[in-house]
């Protein structure tokens, strides 16, 4: 059973249809398999480590660990200034909407206020120009949403790249010590 397990996944493997996240599991099964006190096991094994080490999706022929590190470096830098961005974004539609709740707030004391039919007419014509700055303000707060969630969007690619560059660290430090 536990060969047949291996060879499933070196065809796995050899087809490239293992996850990226679930190949360091399966790294180490094929790791944890080299003891195994069956000679057949071993062997299948070794295949698939054979199959995972040349069909990895870490890095290329040429990539050094140091190389790695650095672009993982540069990945997690670009992801703490667009955090940054994102915060300085999200703390200006916070103080956005509490000026939207003060003027509001005035605007209704300010209507309260006035009984007479001529403060009314002037209410009237001021309502059209609130309107318009309402709509003004509406499409801003839209743009605003948009571009959070393009900022989203991108902190989640990025934190994607920085864990595949942590998966890829560690493939390497497996290798590393399945060579001890």
Partial sequence: VRQHCLQLWTTLVQQKKIPVRQYIRAFE???DRLRDS?????????TLIMHMVLNNPYFVVDSTRTQFEERQKDAEIKLTELREVLDK???????QQKTKE???ESEDDDEDSGAEVDEMNVDDNQKKPTEENN????DESLQET???????EQIMRIEEIVT???DGLRFMDLIE????
């Fill in 177 to 180: 010590q399945a060579n001890r």
């Fill in 102 to 104: 003060e003027k509001s």
């Fill in 146 to 152: 948009l571009d959070r969630v393009k900022l989203e």
């Fill in 164 to 166: 595949l560059y942590k």
């Fill in 38 to 46: 069956a000679c057949a096991v071993r062997k299948d094994a070794v």
């Fill in 135 to 138: 709509n003004l303000n509406e």
């Fill in 29 to 31: 099964l094929g790791l």
């Fill in 89 to 95: 974004l999200n703390k200006n539609i916070k103080g």
